[in-house]
């Protein structure tokens, strides 16, 4: 058996049973720079979640696959724009954070 292997897979393993978990007493669910494969699409969903990302072939990949009940395409660097507070529940952004420069990355709130 390939260790290496074994220790990725149960890494994601844990990561969605985590993400699952966490998100199971929430009702709203945004998610921020939601990609065409949100790994909330991957977990049970007990709660409504919504996409958001500023590339509308990837929400229409995503929209595809239902990984959100609703999606909105829009630059998350201007949330307020879209969104007024206590809007959801609670808000994820999974694998965003790199494609932005720190400068940037520093301007992005909830």
């Not at 149960?10 to 709203?28: D, R």
């Not at 949100?38 to 929209?63: A, M």
């Not at 959801?88 to 952004?93: G, I, W, Y």
Request: charged share 30%; proline share 2%.
């Amino acid at each position: 058996m390939n260790l290496k292997k074994f220790f990725l897979n149960f890494q994601n393993v844990f990561f969605y049973w985590v993400l699952e978990k966490e998100l199971s007493n929430y009702e709203t669910v945004l998610d921020v720079g939601c990609g065409h494969s949100s790994p909330i699409g991957s977990i049970e969903k007990n709660f409504k979640s919504e996409g958001i990302d500023i590339h509308i072939k990837t929400i229409n990949e995503s929209r595809k696959k239902r990984n959100h009940d609703k999606y909105t395409t829009g630059d998350i660097t201007k949330l307020p724009n879209f969104y007024k507070d206590k809007s959801f529940d609670a808000c994820v952004s999974i694998d965003v954070i790199e494609h932005f420069t720190k400068k940037d990355a520093l301007k992005l709130r909830v």
